[in-house]
Each structure stands twice: as structure tokens, then as C-alpha cells.
């Protein structure tokens, strides 16, 4: 790629292929693909993103809300799309875009019953989340003679899946409570068919569920941060490739005298003659103040950059004292070999969340 002349995210469709293909070497040839494609694809451009996947024949893609999947319709993604988080407020435009809904409680299940056959629908595909730990969306065990009857009662609709999510997949010292949400949710699939009659697909896995509990693939598996080229752990890290690379440019360079201030609340001081340099990326780009004040850095021909003073709303400047740079050199923020997770790292926080920050003011660049 040219060097940056601006603040660009760069998005790699060969490493998303790569990852596409190494997830999907682990798991059982009939084992279906959802690729999750919330939040603009962790920060990415989820409508080119789920462009590509769809190349690749991914089977499902799953967003967060309802106007996520609205983006992906609009954008001729034709693919089945699950919104894992509805709202009854949004079930019309969720059934007239052919999105499928995620119930995960009684009321939402009534309401989506009753929109479904309000506008006439017949065996129309909904998911089932079940809560087996994570306690965050869900039915419970003791729910299934409810939703099954409400099933039962309607012709309307049809329970296409069952899921779970695991709390603490990428987390080795919580294997055994892992293994009792698989146990749970496997209790509940059992109780589930016998009741209903006949067989929903499952899936529970999340990326570090599809790496680290291979007995749990069930039907289909649902990735996400692995698709962007983050495995939750050194050694996975490894067999993965980040998708992103965010890059910017020096504006402007200043030479400053001891005990001169740069920034907002003055809350640098310089230590000597020093240099800085301004960069055009500031926390409503999705730097977070937290990397302000020698928290975080950049790269700036091969070189740590540390930011100095706050983080401005569109800027950061950085001490470049000890680098050899000028105006319109360029600046990396992440790359493939600066990792998002490490900078992540820097203000005690994970490559999901310094992903999904990036503002979409940022041009998208896409290198084949
Ligand atoms: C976000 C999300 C995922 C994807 O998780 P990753 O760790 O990014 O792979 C899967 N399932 C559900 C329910 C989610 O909310």
C-alpha cells in the first residue's frame, strides 16, 4: 500500500481470508459458519467485510441490533442474518428485512409471535438463547415448557436454533466452569427436542470456544475477534492475522524549550529542548484520553512515539525528540506488526474494545 497522507484504516481482505480458512480448519467439514459482523465488524466496514465472507460461503453472519442488519440488507447481503440482541420495538423491520431474531426471554417471545402473525408469517426462523451462566441474555432451563408451548400454539414461527454463550472461553483457568455451560446447554438441547419434537441446529462457541472446546462445535460455531485476526492468546495469536491497520500522518512538528507545556490543561512539560509532533486521530477517532500522558504510543518510522499531554478531540501530539521524522511522514497506530491488542494493552484494556472505537469518520481503505 502507498504510504498514508491521512488518517486511513487499512483493511486486509487476504488476512481476513487466511482467518476465514484457519478457523474453519478446526472445525468438522459440516460444522456451519456464523461469522459476527457487529459494530461495523469490530471497527472494520462490516458491509465490506460481510461482502467478502459471502465470496467465501459463510453461512450465517450475526449483528448486534436491528439497524445493523438493516445496514447489511440495504447492501444486497442476502446471506441469513441472526440479531442476537432485538427489541420488540424493531420486529416489523426485522421480519420485512428478513432478519432473525435472537428471543431470549417470555415477553419478546409473545411480542415476536404476535408481529409474526400480524403480518402473516409461517414457520418464520427464530433463535433461542438460553442463559447457562453468563447471565447477561437468556431463557433459563426451567423456561422450556413456556416457550414450548408458546411454539406450539403458533404456526408462525419455528425455533431454527438454539444457543449459548460461554462467559470465559479464552480463559484456561476457568475450564471447569466452561465445561458446565457446555453440560447445561447439552442438558437443555436434550430437553428441548424431546418437548418440541423435532431437532434446532445448536451453537455455542464463540473464537475462543471454536480454539479451546472442539467437543462444543455443535452445528455451527460463531466468530468473531478471530475473523479480525485476534485469538485471545499468544500462541493463537500467531495463526492469525489482524485485518486493520489504522495509520495517520505528522501534521506538524515543533521544536519546544524546557518547561513550555503542550496541549489542553497544559499537562505536559517539557524536560529540555525537545521535538513533538501533531497527529490528526484523537478520541473521537476512538484514541481514548486513557492513552493520553505516556499511557500510549505510535510508530513513527519503526520507533515508539509517546503520546504527551491529553488526548484532543481530533489530535494527539507525541514526543519525537529522539526520532528521525518530518511533516508528512507517515504513522501507525496498529498494524500487523504493531498489534492492536499490545497498544490495547497499554491503557489496560482489549483489542475488542480499541477495534470497535474506530470512529467511522476514517476513511476505509481496502487492499485485495
Ligand atoms: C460478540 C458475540 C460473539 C463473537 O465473539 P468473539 O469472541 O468475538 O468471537 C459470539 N456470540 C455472541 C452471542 C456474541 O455476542
Redesign the pocket.
Known amino acids: 500500500m502507498s504510504k498514508a497522507q491521512e488518517t486511513v484504516l487499512e483493511i486486509d481482505f487476504s488476512a481476513l481470508t487466511h482467518n476465514f480458512n484457519y478457523l474453519k480448519s478446526k472445525l468438522q467439514p459440516d460444522t456451519k459458519f456464523l461469522a459476527?459482523v457487529?459494530a461495523f465488524a469490530y471497527g472494520s466496514d462490516s458491509v465490506a467485510v460481510a461482502k467478502h465472507l459471502e465470496t467465501l460461503n459463510v453461512d450465517y453472519f450475526?449483528v448486534?441490533y436491528t439497524n445493523e442488519g438493516v445496514a447489511l440488507r440495504d447492501a444486497g447481503i442476502t446471506t441469513p442474518i441472526i440479531v442476537?440482541h432485538t427489541q420488540p420495538v424493531n420486529f416489523k423491520t426485522l421480519i420485512e428485512r428478513c432478519l432473525e431474531p435472537s428471543i431470549y426471554n417470555a415477553n419478546v417471545l409473545t411480542e415476536f409471535i404476535k408481529t409474526a402473525e400480524t403480518l402473516s408469517q409461517k414457520n418464520y426462523p427464530i433463535h433461542i438463547k438460553f442463559n447457562t451462566g453468563l447471565n447477561r441474555l437468556g431463557f433459563k432451563e426451567n423456561d422450556i415448557d413456556t416457550i414450548v408451548s408458546k411454539l406450539k400454539n403458533t404456526n408462525s414461527i419455528i425455533a431454527k436454533s438454539l444457543?449459548s454463550?460461554l462467559a470465559a472461553s479464552e480463559d484456561a483457568n476457568e475450564l471447569d466452569f466452561s465445561n458446565l455451560q457446555i453440560n447445561r446447554f447439552r442438558a437443555i438441547a436434550e430437553k428441548f427436542k424431546d418437548q418440541i419434537g423435532y431437532k434446532p441446529w445448536l451453537h455455542l462457541c464463540?473464537?475462543?470456544g471454536i480454539l479451546n472446546y472442539p467437543e462444543a462445535h455443535f452445528d455451527m460455531v460463531?466468530?468473531?475477534?478471530?475473523l479480525y485476526g485476534f485469538g485471545n492468546s499468544d500462541k493463537e495469536d500467531k495463526n492469525l492475522k489482524p485485518i486493520a491497520s489504522l495509520k495517520s500522518v505528522i501534521s506538524q512538528i515543533h521544536n519546544i524549550e524546557k518547561d513550555e507545556t503542550v496541549g489542553y490543561n497544559r499537562a505536559y512539560i517539557s524536560k529540555g529542548f525537545e521535538r513533538t509532533a501533531t497527529i490528526p486521530i484523537g478520541h473521537a477517532d476512538g484514541i481514548s484520553r486513557i492513552y493520553g500522558n505516556e499511557k500510549g504510543y505510535v510508530i513513527i518510522n519503526g520507533k515508539k512515539a509517546y503520546i504527551i499531554g491529553n488526548v484532543c478531540m481530533d489530535m494527539i501530539m507525541v514526543n519525537v525528540t529522539n526520532i528521525d521524522c518530518k511533516e508528512g511522514d507517515e504513522v501507525v497506530i496498529f498494524d500487523s506488526t504493531n498489534v492492536a491488542s499490545t497498544i490495547a494493552e497499554s491503557a489496560g484494556t482489549i483489542s475488542?474494545e480499541i477495534l470497535t472505537a474506530i470512529s467511522q469518520r476514517i476513511k476505509r481503505v481496502f487492499k485485495p
Open positions: 459476527v457487529k450475526a448486534a442476537l444457543l454463550h464463540n473464537t475462543s460463531r466468530s468473531g475477534i478471530g475488542y
